[in-house]
């Protein structure tokens, strides 16, 4: 069984930087692809980045230039840098990561800009 444990959430000003980190167990980010999705207020999950095994990455364009995904394979753990927020990057972070067994996602963690 896979389980995810996020941490990093938080509030912070328009413009500041936050770090979310996804620990994974019962999947091993060496061989299967990672990421992060989130939803805000009233909106349907978007996805917002992605990493493959191998660390090949993609981002939503609404995120891309201020957001950063990386992996640490030997921490098992999958990380989103989050520079330059915004007020519309408000909402809740899911990590996402596939297994042999299909897709699982985290609890989720809140993020939460002021202006």
């Known amino acids: 069984q896979v389980q995810l444990v996020e941490s990093g959430g938080g509030l912070v000003q328009a413009g500041g930087s936050l770090r979310l980190s996804c620990a994974a167990s019962g999947s091993r980010l060496s061989s299967y692809a990672a990421g992060w999705d989130r939803r805000a207020p009233g909106k349907q999950r978007e996805l917002v980045a992605t990493?493959?095994?191998?660390?090949?990455?993609n981002y939503a364009d609404s995120v891309k230039g201020r957001f950063t995904i990386s992996k640490d394979n030997a921490k098992n753990t999958v990380y989103l840098q989050m520079n330059s927020l915004k007020p519309e990057d408000n909402a809740v972070y899911y990590c996402?990561?596939?297994?042999?067994?299909?897709?699982?996602w985290g609890q989720g963690t809140q993020v939460t800009v002021s202006s």
């Open positions: 990493i493959s095994s191998g660390g090949s990455t």
């Open positions: 996402r990561v596939a297994s042999a067994r299909g897709v699982y």
